[in-house]
């Protein structure tokens, strides 16, 4: 016999006996319950509930689940915050505050919302303007107040596509 081969039937040999091992249980093990068993399964009649949700008293539906990480109707209404904010361009450079990456980000709240921008230069003579245009841009979608953030980070107008 080879080596590879006496090898081979070597390692066959222990899966083999890890899968016996694995499969074997003690009688008194498979005959006893343990207490955390009895406890996670449910009574004759009612349905296994998820780990972590509280019982649904009967006749009540349950809430819907959502996802945390992504929600559609949200994202919808972001789309439709930053199609508005097209409308608001910026007087030196002619081109609207989206398509410079002037918008960092649009926290959409129940009762408020906030948009967080940059300027292209740091002591921008059209700040103010431009600010309130995005302001009424915004609240003409949502029907509620917005907050506009000015962030002091530095506008790059590579992050926009820009090569001068």
């Known amino acids: ?23 074997i249980v003690p009688a008194e093990t498979a005959a006893e319950p343990t207490a955390a068993a009895e406890r996670a399964a449910p009574a004759a ?45 910026d ?26 921008m940059v300027l292209t230069t740091p002591f921008c003579p059209y700040a103010g303007s431009m600010v309130q245009q995005i302001k009424d841009a915004a609240e003409s979608v949502l029907d509620q107040p917005v907050k506009v953030t000015v962030l002091a980070e530095r506008w790059d107008p590579r992050e926009a596509g ?3």
């Open 162 to 164: 820009l090569m001068w």
């Open 91 to 116: 007087p030196e450079l002619g081109l609207d505050v989206v398509d410079l990456a002037l918008i960092r980000q649009i926290v959409i709240g129940k009762d408020s919302s906030e948009v967080k």
């Open 1 to 23: 016999m080879s080596k590879t081969t006496a090898a081979a039937e070597a390692a066959q040999d222990a899966t083999s006996a890890e899968t016996a091992a694995e499969t």
């Open 45 to 89: 009649g009612e349905a296994a509930q998820p780990a972590g949700e509280a019982a649904q008293p009967a006749g009540e539906a349950a809430p819907p689940t959502e996802d945390p990480e992504f929600d559609v109707g949200r994202r919808a209404t972001e789309l439709a915050v930053l199609d508005a904010l097209r409308s608001v361009i």
